[in-house]
């Protein structure tokens, strides 16, 4: 059930924007095209936010949901549902994409939108250093403080907390669930998939941070292996042209060599003849490990939710 109360709550994105919180039922789909003006934040249309705390960290979490534009008038449809890490930046574009691509007629499949938020009162930068890395073994660059490692207890938490809350408010189909991560995001989803493949149907990772505590995700996939001669999953894998190491050209400013770390990943998975394993990989040409991601979302989401 929605509350009244939802109809106030506003988050404050990191990068300086703000989304509204506007329940789906809580008025017709003609009357939140307006936008309340007198100086007021935009709001996302169709969105709610929910308070998900971890109760094992004791950390604050939301979730943004946008629910899709047949939610209200097919109330017996189930819905896949896309979680999405980094939401602060990821959610609104990944909504806008979504409904941009049926404006002429479906390409994608509707789903439910779930962003997942940083920790409340955290910079993202905080949250994602900690929540989304496998290992307390950080990059050096990184600031004496930072806490790294906690990608498990996230997992964990997305497993216990996250999913069931949405499957308790929502019609979400159970055998339909999507991770996308980009970066650090990409890098849990990638542990997720070799530690705990069912949580997810689908995997759209971008740009993943292979390159982590000397590629320990590829030891993670290796252990993985070993002891399983299956892994059903449909994989999304994107990685921008730039984000190779070429030294002396501009264009590629890069420390790491991620698309040398993707094709590595691409091509040990289908070597290893899983049955149930679904695999695309791509390399999107002029474009860096910032400018790739909205362009690798719309690809992802054309290949794992195609309108039926």
Do not use: C
């Not at 991560?181 to 997720?192: A, P, R």
């Amino acid at each position: 059930m929605l509350r009244r109360a939802l109809s106030t709550l506003i988050v404050t994105f990191a990068a300086g924007f703000v989304l509204a919180a506007i329940p789906a039922k809580a008025q017709p789909r003609s009357a939140v095209k307006v936008q309340p003006g007198e100086g007021r934040p935009y709001e996302v249309a169709d969105s709610e936010v929910w308070d998900v705390p971890d109760p094992v960290s004791g950390r604050g979490y939301q979730v943004f949901v946008a629910l899709p534009p047949s939610y209200a008038r097919e109330p017996q449809r189930r819905y896949p549902v896309l979680y999405v890490t980094d939401a602060d930046y990821a959610f609104p574009i990944i909504r806008q994409i979504s409904r941009r691509l049926n404006i002429e007629g479906p390409r994608v499949e509707e789903f439910i939108l779930v962003g997942l938020s940083y920790a409340k009162g955290e910079d993202g930068a905080v949250s994602r250093r900690r929540d989304y890395t496998p290992t307390p073994n950080g990059p050096t660059t990184s600031p004496a403080s930072a806490i790294h490692g906690q990608g498990r207890a996230y997992q964990i938490y997305l497993r216990d907390q996250v999913k069931p809350f949405i499957a308790a408010r929502y019609r979400a189909d159970p055998a339909r669930a999507v991770f996308l991560g980009h970066s650090y995001g990409s890098l849990l989803g990638t542990q997720i998939l070799f530690t705990e493949p069912g949580l997810f149907s689908g995997y759209i990772l971008g740009s993943p941070s292979l390159w982590y505590d000397k590629r320990h995700a590829l030891g993670l996939e290796a252990s993985y292996a070993a002891g399983k001669r299956d892994l059903p999953a449909k994989v999304f894998l994107y990685v921008g042209e730039y984000e190779a190491l070429r030294r002396g050209d501009r264009r590629y400013s890069q420390s790491v060599d991620m698309v040398a770390d993707n094709r590595t990943l691409e091509t040990t998975l289908r070597g290893r003849k899983y049955p149930n394993l679904s695999l695309k990989s791509v390399v999107l040409d002029d474009e860096d490990h910032l400018s790739v991601a909205p362009r690798g979302f719309t690809q992802g989401l054309k290949h794992l939710l195609p309108a039926r």
